[in-house]
């Protein structure tokens, strides 16, 4: 299973960005689907989370400007970010998450995309 994230670059504060996380290998529908964020001299941290069922959570920080959302027919995650601020700069993760009925945990990272807010 392989992930690849993109849609990642430069944008002044106030604007916005469009990340999309595509993955291989598997079915999309199989996993729950994360992204992370991890800033410079920071720990890696949990950003938004979909379920297999569509669910969405966000973490307090979000404060409503990003928008996480799945395409199983084209096997890809998206996370729509708005109004950005300076310190949602960082490296976004996404990642698989998949636990089978035998109990086997199945867990894949891409490589990252790098969102720089700066005027």
């Known amino acids: 299973v392989q992930l690849v994230e993109s849609g990642g670059g430069l944008v002044q504060p106030g604007g916005s960005l469009k990340l999309s996380c595509a993955l291989s290998?598997?079915?999309?529908?199989?996993?729950?689907m994360y992204w992370y964020r991890q800033a410079p001299g920071k720990k890696r941290e949990q950003v938004a989370r979909v379920t297999r069922g569509d669910i969405t959570t966000y973490e307090d920080f979000v404060q409503g400007r990003f928008i996480i959302s799945r395409d199983n027919a084209k096997n890809t995650i998206y996370l729509q970010m708005n109004n950005l601020k300076p310190e949602y700069t960082a490296i976004y993760f996404c990642?698989?998450?998949?636990?089978?009925?035998?109990?086997?945990?199945?867990?894949?990272w891409g490589q990252g995309t790098q969102v720089t807010v700066s005027s």
């Open positions: 990642t698989a998450n998949r636990i089978t009925v035998l109990g086997e945990e199945f867990d894949y």
């Open positions: 290998g598997s079915a999309l529908s199989l996993y729950v």
